[in-house]
T-cell receptor, first 119, second 108 residues
């Protein structure tokens, strides 16, 4: 199957700093990527849809100025958590859909996730 | 996207078939049914998806009822490594919204 890589896999930062998480599709191009957040013992919550070359679409309740998403190429999307606070500590997961495939039928490939801990 | 409902947990004996049900009674005609699983602290892993017909791959089989209001994921010979949270989702927009899933515990 296709590979989606996230970096870093885990990060610890101080409160008030910004953290960037990268999501790369390694062997396919992805016009659309998705960012999820998962708290302990909870399900994945969709945060935003990242579209190559255009602005991300955020889900209701997700602060776009706090969670900056950039999708500058067909293989890379980044999520920047700005001015991170302890409540932002979570497992952040991205997924990507192969470009050219039917958007309604193809499977999404997920990254391994990035665990953020804000002290 | 249609809401899906799954039992919160299930047990299965190692080597036996695991049958995981999912209800999607409000699914629309062009929505696909997707199954993913998540092993602790990892990203979700794609298992299988389908529209109307039953599907089978190297991991599992997907049985969709004729009215498409429910489906069953079948792991033919469950192993301890199949212990995970299994998510059933439906979508026609390319966006997947996760519910709480079913925690499958495979026991020796």
């Amino acid at each position: 199957g296709a590979v989606v890589s996230q970096h870093p896999s885990w990060v610890i930062c101080k409160s008030g700093t910004s953290v960037k998480i990268e999501c790369r599709s390694l062997d396919f191009q992805a016009t659309t990527m998705f960012w999820y957040r998962q708290f302990p013992k909870q399900s994945l919550m969709l945060m935003a849809t990242s579209n190559e070359g255009s602005k991300a679409t955020y889900e209701q309740g997700v602060e776009k100025d706090k969670f900056l998403i950039n999708h500058a190429s067909l293989t890379l999307s980044t999520l920047t958590v700005t001015s991170a606070h302890p409540e932002d500590s979570s497992f952040y997961i991205c997924s990507a859909r192969r470009t050219g495939g039917n958007a309604n039928t193809g499977e999404l490939f997920f990254g391994e996730g990035s665990r953020l801990t804000v002290l | 996207d249609a809401k899906t409902t799954q039992p919160p947990s299930m047990d299965c004996a190692e080597g036996r078939a695991a049958n995981l049900p999912c209800n999607h009674s409000t699914i629309s005609g062009n929505e696909y049914v997707y199954w993913y699983r998540q092993i602790h602290s990892q990203g979700p892993q794609y298992i299988i998806h389908g529209l109307k017909n039953n599907e089978t791959n190297e991991m599992a089989s997907l049985i969709i009822t004729e009215d498409r209001k429910s489906s069953t994921l079948i792991l033919p010979h469950a192993t301890l490594r199949d212990t995970a949270v299994y998510y059933c989702l439906s979508s026609n927009t390319g966006k997947l919204i996760f519910g709480q899933g079913t925690t499958l515990q495979v026991k020796p």
